[in-house]
Nanobody, 122 residues
Framework: VQLVESGGGLVQAGGSLKLSCQASGFSVADYAVAWFRQAPGKGREGVSC????????YYAQSVKGRFTISSDNVKNMAILQMTSLKPEDTAIYYCTRGGWGAWYATNSYDIWGRGTQVTVSS
């Protein structure tokens, strides 16, 4: 059972990035998949979650209207489309599966990827 993130990089403020989370060993269609991020010196915070069991989506207030989460159940992956990026979006982004409790709580998830770095320059 594994999650592997990709798509991070360096982008200027106002730019866009698409993060992908490839799952193996399980079907994303059976779980909620979320994205968290962790900036230097800060805790891990929930960014967005998609519950593939009922199609519901959730976003942190700081990214609402700029980020879009989706799931490709055929490719068995989750995607986070990020637009209008800001320097404060700079962080390591992790994907995770689970969602058995509050979507924004790290203890609601059991499997985590290793993360992908997103850096937004001003």
């Amino acid at each position: 059972v594994q999650l592997v993130e990709s798509g991070g990089g360096l982008v200027q403020a106002g730019g866009s990035l698409k993060l992908s989370c490839q799952a193996s060993g399980f079907s994303v269609a059976d779980y909620a998949v979320a994205w968290f991020r962790q900036a230097p010196g800060k805790g891990r915070e929930g960014v967005s979650c998609i519950n593939n069991r009922d199609g519901s989506t959730y976003y942190a207030q700081s990214v609402k209207g700029r980020f879009t989460i989706s799931s490709d159940n055929v490719k068995n992956m989750a995607i986070l489309q990020m637009t209008s990026l800001k320097p404060e979006d700079t962080a390591i982004y992790y994907c995770t599966r689970g969602g058995w409790g509050a979507w924004y709580a790290t203890n609601s998830y059991d499997i985590w990827g290793r993360g992908t770095q997103v850096t937004v320059s001003s």
